[in-house]
């Protein structure tokens, strides 16, 4: 019942800007962790970011100070604000949610395209 839709993907140029979004739906479903991962073409799927409900973040260390992620409980929608972008952030993003209620459930986006060019 409960789904993730990622929005916001596409081709942007090095240096660039791009956001991305995530809602996750079901009318029973309230959000724990909320986070994102990627996986580039003969990689392995890595973590990105993570935010609690409190706001408090994580970040991959090559991300840090360049990518921003926050949320909207209300909306149960995480975000991933990209800045400063590399051609080696050229990959496939992925958000995922935690259930707040039921915390061994975990769910998980479709994934959306994130392209770099120069």
């Known amino acids: 019942q409960v789904q993730l839709v990622e929005s916001g993907g596409g081709l942007v140029q090095a240096g660039g800007s791009l956001t991305l979004s995530c809602a996750a739906s079901?009318?029973?479903?309230?959000?724990?962790?909320m986070g994102w991962s990627r996986q580039a073409p003969g990689k392995q799927r890595d973590l990105v970011a993570t935010?609690?409900?409190?706001?408090?973040?994580n970040y991959a260390d090559s991300v840090k100070g360049r990518f921003t992620i926050s949320r909207d409980n209300a909306k149960n929608t995480v975000y991933l604000h990209m800045n400063s972008l590399k051609p080696e952030d050229t990959s496939v993003y992925f958000c995922?949610?935690?259930?707040?209620?039921?915390?061994?459930?975990?769910?998980w986006g479709q994934g959306i395209q994130v392209t770099l060019s120069s």
């Open positions: 995922n949610a935690i259930d707040r209620y039921q915390y061994q459930n975990t769910y």
């Open positions: 935010i609690t409900r409190g706001a408090v973040t």
């Open positions: 079901g009318s029973t479903f309230s959000a724990g962790v």
